[in-house]
């Protein structure tokens, strides 16, 4: 149970370790995707932004139209826009011919005009030749879209072409004049980070900074959304790299760290960690309850073992003696002394009350498991009491040459309860004083009193109790083992009864003992037999 217990246990911790390693993993993709998503964002603001402002600054009058008198639109000045274009095919490449086009337009008021030169003199042979090849070399495609547009249409064309190219151009100058700062600021940043975690369903707190590695060993932190984090974002792990498109080396991170990461990641898994730490707990108890259930029930077989050994014993010898007394009545010699008829007839009396004794104790524990007793409740004197319990167990004592003294200090020794029952008590006790004592018994009997009750205090210097045995010794049928001695009587019922029934008079039962050193008993009584 234990091994199988152990190996439950552990393999529910390897899944909730599993568990929380693949929530780390999935937390990790999904920093990455949000800073790779950031970096393409801010780069192409970046290009929109250069864009825009490069629009609004070009001059446009050179291009631009004008309208006469009558309404009619007209060029301004006139211009010459060439346009070179490379071709090939797979005929002329047979050749080994490599050749331009150049198409040149005279935009003027008049309108424009075009023609178009081979600039490779061995494609006119080529074509006198083979006069099939002219349309490839003159009648491409991109030159036949290109003489299809109108005079306005390629003024666009070449206009928009322009405008890209010098766009293109100040954006390669300016990955290398402008700063970081002019690029992006940390506002932006910080609202396109929160933007992403908030489509990935991610609510934690984040930091987040721009570094320059430029200088190697000494990076230079440009801004950080909050005060004194240089150190956590340099060994974060989750770092990518600013405008990775730029035409000149980069060397701007922007880095992300989650102070709170392990926090944010067993929450997301509390239900199933909560609902772990359940299961795994009522396994735990239940096989707790299990082993205890077993220990309880072999104490409780070995108790009965015991019981029914020492019962046996007890019942035994007085049987035996009244067997004995019996067959010597039976002899006609014994019945003709009168003297010695009247002795075995006593010790059959005396064996009969004791076997009624027995028997009596071992249904009193019956009766009392029940509830099934009444108390005839009394004023009493307990010093009364435990005088003559004293007087009957002295002569006792006295033949082992022990001695036994009372110190009776209580103020007030009335209390309400039952005479019988009470005797009992303080007879048990000095019994079990005795019993336990292996050599001289030496016995204290004290009384105290206070404004609640009688506290009544047994002691003696016999063999103690272990630390491990005080809280078995009110249980039925327990006895405490005596080694190899076995010449202590009875049935383990004494103190089981001497607790029940100071309960039973709203009192209170406890022992103080050291092994070796003896043992004391301490009982208190209340005055009034009533709950307080």
Same mark, same amino acid.
């Given at each position: ?21 693949? %929530? ?16 393409? /964002? ?7 932004? &250069?864009? /825009? ?82 349309? &490839? ?5 991109? &030159? ?82 909050? #005060? +004194?984090?240089?150190?956590?974002? &340099? ?21 992300? +760290?989650?102070? %709170? ?19 795994? =707990? ?10 205890? $259930? ?29 067997? =004995? ?6 002899? #006609? ?5 009168? $003297? ?97 004592? #292996? ?44 080694? +190899? ?48």
């Amino acid at each position: 149970m234990t091994l199988a217990l152990t190996g439950l246990i552990s393999l529910q911790f390897y899944w909730i370790s599993t568990g929380v390693e693949t %929530n780390k993993e999935q937390f990790s993709r999904d920093i990455r995707a949000i800073l790779d998503v950031v970096i393409r /964002k801010v780069e192409k603001q970046d290009a929109l932004y &250069l864009t /825009k402002s490069k629009i609004d600054n070009i001059e446009n009058d050179f291009y631009s139209l004008e309208t006469d008198s009558l309404g009619t639109a007209r060029w301004k000045e006139q211009q010459t826009i060439r346009i070179k274009q490379s071709f090939s095919s797979e005929k002329l490449e047979k050749e080994g011919f490599a050749y331009e086009v150049e198409e040149e337009a005279v935009i003027s008021t008049t309108g424009i005009a075009r023609k178009n030169k081979v600039n490779d003199d061995k494609a006119e042979s080529l074509i006198k030749i083979n006069p099939g090849l002219e349309e &490839l070399i003159t009648r491409s495609d991109t &030159l036949r879209y290109l003489n299809q547009l109108s005079p306005s249409q390629t003024i666009r064309l070449v206009q928009k072409s322009n405008i890209v190219s010098s766009i293109l151009n100040d954006m390669i100058l300016a990955d290398s004049s402008r700063s970081i700062q002019d690029r992006v600021s940390m506002s932006i940043i910080d609202s396109l980070i929160r933007q992403e975690m908030k489509s990935k369903g991610i609510d934690i707190e984040y930091q987040f900074g721009v570094i320059d590695y430029r200088k190697e060993g000494n990076p230079q932190f440009i801004y950080s959304n909050q #005060p +004194n984090i240089e150190e956590v974002l &340099l060994s974060s792990l989750y770092k990518a790299q600013l405008f990775p498109s730029d035409y000149y080396e980069n060397f701007n991170y922007l880095s992300l +760290n989650f102070p %709170n990461k392990n926090k944010y990641i067993f929450t997301e898994l509390i239900s199933v960690l909560v609902a772990s730490a359940g299961f795994i =707990l009522l396994i735990a108890v239940g096989f707790a309850v299990a082993i205890s $259930t077993i220990l309880r029930q072999k104490r409780m077989s070995d108790i009965t073992k015991d019981f029914i050994s020492n019962m046996t014993h007890e019942l035994k010898t007085p049987i035996a003696t009244v067997s =004995l007394a019996c067959e010597a009545l039976m002899d #006609p010699d014994i019945r003709k002394m009168p $003297t010695q008829g009247s002795r075995y007839l006593a010790m059959i009396q005396e064996e009969n009350n004791r076997l009624a004794l027995q028997v009596e104790k071992v249904l009193q524990i019956a009766r009392l498991d029940r509830g099934d007793f009444k108390l005839k409740i009394v004023p009493l004197d307990i010093h009364n009491i435990i005088e003559t319990a004293v007087r009957n167990i002295k002569i006792q004592v006295e033949q082992r040459e022990g001695s036994i003294k009372t110190v009776l200090e209580a103020e007030n020794p009335y209390i309400e309860g039952d005479e019988v029952h009470v005797a009992n008590i303080i007879n048990n006790l000095l019994d079990n004083a005795n019993k336990y004592s #292996p050599e001289t018994p030496e016995i204290s009997i004290n009384t105290v009193s206070n404004h609640q009750g009688v506290r009544i205090f047994v002691s003696d210097k016999g063999q103690g109790i272990s630390r491990e045995m005080r809280n078995k010794i009110f249980d039925k049928f327990y006895r405490v083992p005596t080694g +190899n001695l076995h010449d202590v009587k009875g049935f383990g019922l004494g103190l089981s009864y001497v607790k029940t029934m100071t309960e039973a008079h709203y009192g209170n039962i406890s022992v103080k003992s050291e092994l070796g050193k003896g043992s004391t008993f301490i009982i208190f009584l209340p005055y009034k037999h009533e709950q307080s």
